[in-house]
């Protein structure tokens, strides 16, 4: 009988007898073998009771009607089975397992094995591929299992501008970037929308050190920090006031206040454990206030660097660390002081005003005449307080420097007396009182410089006017405010003196606050002491210069105080018909006080 090529289906003979018998039986085949159906393939011997049309692949070692007859297609028919030998390339679907099976021409394989995808334009698995997505896949989880001692997945780029990153994303909108996003570096970046993103770290690829960078929305973004121990705290680089929110937990916030005093505010509320810490960066004469949300100041920076660092404990925030420099606050004008937060110790210098000189004589020929006493240079009084015994403010009351006497412009009248130099007071806890005023001219013995009121550091007094029994004090190194001088005398011989030289201050590291310089005996006023310019070593300034006498016009002004507390010199006596010298003014006191945390 002759068959086809590869079915081996039966073909009709030219005028063959009986032609619907081979005909039948071709047909019968290809209903076993066209889109070839297997109810089973596990089975070595034939079911009990089959149904005609019934197909299986027989298992090997086959056994019973199905024996020698191993991996055969058998086809039940009319009580009997058919036998139908597989050929390459046969497709079949195996009914009890849902899956395809094909032929290679020595044994039956799943189909799936046979698939080549290569170069497929698009794969969704449990989900559809597009244009951008060409692979896509929906599935509670993917593995990526080894065949070997490891597995990589590997992510390629064209060039080092391109991006080469695991995006994850919620809803389908991004939340966290990880790769190689625009260059070689390693960067991961976050996002609470999708469209603005935070770069939080940056590994270089070339050194393998690590940037924890700041705040993208800062003018000062770029100023970032490089570590090498690859474990350290994040910072942020911040210009001005900031509301902190809980994006900055676990930072160092660097704040720059050269525009301005800063003010930081903490949230509300935190996580236990939560921390930050706030540093000042800049070093400009601006504070940066650290407050909690209710505006209760928790800490002053106010020195390029000073840092706090706090925690949330027991719902509130708790001062874990802080490397404050001391804080020196001057007075110069009465006000109020403000406990700093943080505070341990806080130390208190008062100095009083200076007391003004008095004016010299105006009096006959031949009769004495003496010039005016300097004004007395102010107390200084130091104390030193645990900051825990202040009250959270205290009144600050500054003295004034007491007045000079006014010139005399009436025959044969004293000079005026002074004014007292004003307290200076740090609440009821310290107090420097006002110096003394300078006496005014008469006809009583000469005129003295204004004594040193000092309770420490004592200044030196002025110098009395000069005569030939009086020379020029030398002046010395001191730590007080210097007394003024005396203003210089006209003698019963009708000999004009020049005026005394103003007390010394206190001394520096180098330099003197200097007394002012006498007034010569032509009438010449005194120099002014000169004024303190070192707050940190100086403590008082130096007296004013005692004025000259004159015998045949107005007499010498004595010379001002140097601030703080500088008395003031006299002024010099005159002949009737002349003004004599007016007295020199004291200089205003002063408070300093340094807090240490």
């Given at each position: 009988m002759t068959t086809t090529p590869r079915f081996q289906t039966p073909l009709l003979a030219a005028a063959q007898a009986q032609k619907h018998i081979t005909h039948n039986e071709a047909l019968e085949q290809l209903d076993a073998l066209v889109c070839a159906r297997f109810l089973d393939r596990d089975l070595s011997a034939p079911p009990s009771s089959p149904t005609d049309g019934d197909v299986y692949l027989i298992k090997p070692t086959a056994a019973g009607?199905?024996?020698?007859?191993?991996?055969?297609?058998?086809?039940?028919?009319?009580?009997?089975?058919?036998?139908?030998?597989p050929f390459t390339g046969l497709i079949a679907y195996v009914a009890d397992e849902q899956k395809l099976i094909a032929y290679t021409g020595s044994a039956w394989v799943d189909y799936a094995s046979l698939l080549a995808l290569q170069n497929v334009p698009l794969l969704g698995v449990n989900a559809t591929a597009d244009?951008?997505?060409?692979?896509?896949?929906?599935?509670?989880?993917?593995?990526l299992d080894n065949i070997g001692?490891?597995?990589q997945t590997k992510l390629n780029k064209h060039a080092a501008a391109d991006t080469a990153s695991l995006l994850y994303q919620t809803n389908y909108s991004g939340r966290a970037e990880l790769g190689l996003t625009g260059d070689d570096d390693l960067h991961i970046k976050v996002s609470a929308d999708g469209t603005t993103w935070f770069e939080a770290f940056k590994a270089a690829r070339a050194t393998g050190l690590i940037t924890l960078v700041g705040d993208p929305t800062s003018a000062s973004h770029a100023a970032t920090k490089q570590y090498t121990?690859?474990?350290v705290a994040r910072h942020a680089d911040i210009a001005g006031s900031l509301t902190v929110t809980s994006t900055y937990f676990g930072e160092t916030l660097r704040i720059d206040a050269t525009s301005g005093a800063a003010t930081i505010t903490l949230p509300a509320s935190a996580t236990s454990d939560d921390w930050i810490t706030i540093r000042k960066s800049d070093s400009s004469s601006n504070r940066v206030t650290v407050k909690n949300n209710a505006g209760t100041d928790l800490a002053w920076l106010s020195s390029q660097y000073d840092q706090a660092a706090f925690a949330w404990w027991g719902g509130a925030?708790?001062?874990?660390?802080?490397s404050v420099a001391p804080l020196t606050e001057l007075f110069t004008a009465s006000g109020t002081w403000t406990k700093p937060p943080l505070a341990t110790s806080v130390d208190v210098i008062a100095i009083g005003g200076g007391a003004g000189g008095g004016s010299g004589r105006r009096g006959a020929a031949s009769t004495a005449r003496t010039g005016g006493a300097g004004g007395a240079g102010a107390p200084c009084n130091r104390r030193t307080f645990a900051a825990s015994t202040l009250a959270a403010t205290a009144t600050v009351t500054i003295g004034a420097g007491g007045a000079g006497g006014a010139a005399i412009t009436s025959n044969d009248t004293d000079g005026n007396t002074g004014t007292a130099g004003g307290?200076?007071?740090?609440?009821?806890?310290?107090?420097?009182?006002g110096a003394p005023a300078g006496a005014g001219g008469s006809t009583a013995a000469a005129s003295g410089g204004g004594a040193t009121q000092a309770t420490f550091g004592n200044g030196q007094a002025g110098t009395n006017s000069q005569s030939s029994a009086n020379a020029i004090n030398t002046p010395t190194a001191s730590a007080g405010a210097g007394g003024g001088a005396a203003g210089g005398q006209l003698t019963t011989a009708n000999a004009a003196v020049a005026g005394g030289t103003g007390g010394d201050g206190s001394?520096?590291?180098t330099t003197l606050a200097s007394g002012g310089a006498l007034g010569a005996n032509t009438g010449a006023s005194g120099g002014a002491g000169t004024s303190v310019t070192d707050v940190t070593t100086q403590i008082g300034g130096g007296g004013g210069g005692g004025g000259g006498a004159n015998t045949s016009?107005?007499?010498?002004?004595?010379?001002?105080?140097?601030?703080?507390?500088?008395?003031?010199?006299?002024?010099?006596?005159?002949l009737n018909g002349n003004a004599s010298g007016a007295g020199g003014a004291g200089a205003r006191g002063e408070l300093r006080i340094t807090t240490t945390f």
């Open positions: 009607a199905w024996a020698t007859h191993d991996n055969q297609i058998a086809q039940a028919l009319d009580g009997a089975w058919r036998f139908y030998a244009s951008i997505n060409k692979l896509t896949v929906a599935s509670a989880a993917i593995l001692a490891g597995v121990d690859r474990a925030w708790v001062v874990l660390a802080r307290a200076t007071s740090f609440g009821t806890y310290l107090k420097a009182s001394i520096g590291s016009g107005a007499a010498g002004a004595g010379g001002d105080g140097g601030t703080p507390g500088g008395g003031g010199g006299g002024g010099g006596a005159a």
